[in-house]
């Protein structure tokens, strides 16, 4: 192993979890081809690349490529379709009522992040599961800050009204 080969491991690997949850929330049960895709780019193009946030490069990377993959007509839906068992977080220990709440929440959760218009889920993906700052979206997405802001701002009301419908009578 040369020592772009090892860079590259240690730079663009630990990244590829971050990578496959914006890939699954962009075209769904495809992210695995999507990663593998965006991954083989990054290494091609690797040598070239002398940015500080590896992170933020392969994201859009990934993101490029869940749109080209997209734009081929073999994905016609922009929604992810929810699996229960692997997406909800309870214990056996927990009381049963809790975990069928717990469950109808994030069932309802991911539902609300599923029906955003897709520049609006990207957004609630990459800051609100990602954690990443409005610098590296802005990068990411090809959008000035205002724009990453705008569109959080937005994503979050409709999320809001989505989750909580009462809310908007008052």
Same mark, same amino acid.
């Given at each position: 192993m040369d020592e772009s080969d090892a860079r590259f491991r240690r730079e663009i690997l630990p990244h590829l979890d971050a990578a496959y949850n914006l890939a699954r929330w962009i075209v769904g049960r495809e992210a695995d081809d999507i990663v593998q895709e965006a991954a083989l780019r990054a290494y091609k193009s690797f040598h070239g690349w002398h940015g500080e946030h590896a992170r933020a490069w392969l994201l859009a990377i990934v993101r490029n490529c869940c749109f080209t993959y997209q734009r081929s007509? $073999?994905? #016609?839906?922009?929604?992810?379709? !929810?699996? @229960?068992? &692997? #997406? &909800?977080?309870?214990? @056996? *220990? *927990? *009381?049963?009522?809790a975990v069928v709440m717990h469950r109808s929440e994030c069932a309802a959760l991911h539902a609300a992040i599923a029906a955003l218009p897709i520049e609006f889920r990207e957004m609630?993906?990459? $800051?609100? !599961?990602? #954690?990443?700052?409005? $610098?590296?979206?802005?990068?990411?997405? /090809?959008?000035?800050? /205002? &724009?990453?802001?705008s569109r959080l701002s937005r994503a979050r009301e409709r999320l809001r009204e989505a989750l909580n419908p009462e809310a908007e009578a008052d």
């Open positions: 007509d $073999r994905r #016609q839906s922009g929604t992810v379709p !929810f699996n @229960e068992a &692997t #997406q &909800t977080a309870a214990s @056996e *220990d *927990d *009381d049963p009522a609630i993906v990459l $800051r609100e !599961f990602e #954690q990443m700052d409005y $610098r590296q979206i802005a990068s990411i997405v /090809g959008v000035p800050v /205002g &724009t990453v802001m």
